[in-house]
């Protein structure tokens, strides 16, 4: 045996032990003159566990950036430890590198103690294009950081669309044909892509333009742009 630091003393003993484990305890009583005894007690045993949640696996990577009804299956031990109605799980989203130094808060679920739950949530619409994301659940009381999901879950984005070249003025009956934007896909191949013009001056509903385009009168003050479109958008 080894003595508490600091030293325990009278009838009462709330233990703090540093990690879990199986410990022994006894308490030890001393005598002064004139007999000069210790006597020790009846030995006790106490199992000490510490409190945890485990991220289970996610399903259906890669996700698009606002995509809803994620679910994170997640345990936690031991269960009576996380209290109903009074412990909140909530699910935090790591950056594209896997660190939660800065974790971006996710859904909650109020804990039913049952040692196994889920919680339903939903990837922000302006989370970056990546492929090193990781997800795990924390509790408020106990407070406890839950470990992540162990695969790397891979976000995409609609892809970006470089500005263009503002138009020169053009005479009706001239040909209009520009160059096209560069484009990044963010991560899911992009599908379709092309220019735009207005169906009728600030309007903004758009019709695919066939180049080299004639340009009309009837165009006169309409916008283009140009359009790209991926898995996601």
């Known amino acids: 045996y080894q003595s508490f630091s600091p030293a325990q003393t009278g009838a009462n003993y709330t233990p703090n032990f540093a990690s879990e484990g199986t410990y022994y305890v006894v308490c030890q009583t001393t005598y002064g003159s004139p ?8 030995q006790v ?12 696996t996610i399903t259906g990577s890669p996700f698009c950036a606002g995509a809803t009804n994620v679910s994170v299956p997640f ?7 996380f209290p109903s109605g009074t ?22 679920v109020a804990s039913n103690a049952s040692g196994s739950q889920s919680i339903s949530v939903t990837i922000p619409s302006n989370t970056v294009s990546g492929t090193g994301y990781r ?15 162990t695969s790397d879950l891979v976000i995409n984005t609609v892809p970006t669309v470089a500005a263009p070249s503002s138009p020169s003025a053009s005479c009706a009956g001239g040909s209009y044909n520009p160059t096209a934007p560069s484009v990044t896909a963010n991560g899911s191949t992009v599908t379709s892509q092309g220019w735009q013009i207005e169906t009728a001056v ?13 340009v009309a009168l009837a165009d ?14």
């Open 135 to 149: 997800i795990r659940v924390v509790s408020n009381n106990p407070p406890v950081d839950g470990t992540a999901n």
């Open 87 to 108: 412990t909140t799980f909530t699910a935090q989203l790591s950056n594209a590198s896997g660190s939660f130094a800065s974790p971006v808060t996710l859904q909650s």
């Open 45 to 56: 045993t106490i199992s000490v566990i510490s409190n945890s949640i485990t991220t289970g």
């Open 202 to 214: 600030s309007s903004g509903s758009y019709t695919s333009l066939t180049l080299p385009y004639t």
């Open 75 to 81: 345990t936690y031990s031991a269960a009576s430890n």
């Open 220 to 233: 006169n003050g309409k916008r283009v742009r140009y359009s790209a479109t991926n898995g996601c958008g």
């Open 35 to 42: 007999c000069s005894t210790t006597i020790t007690s009846n």
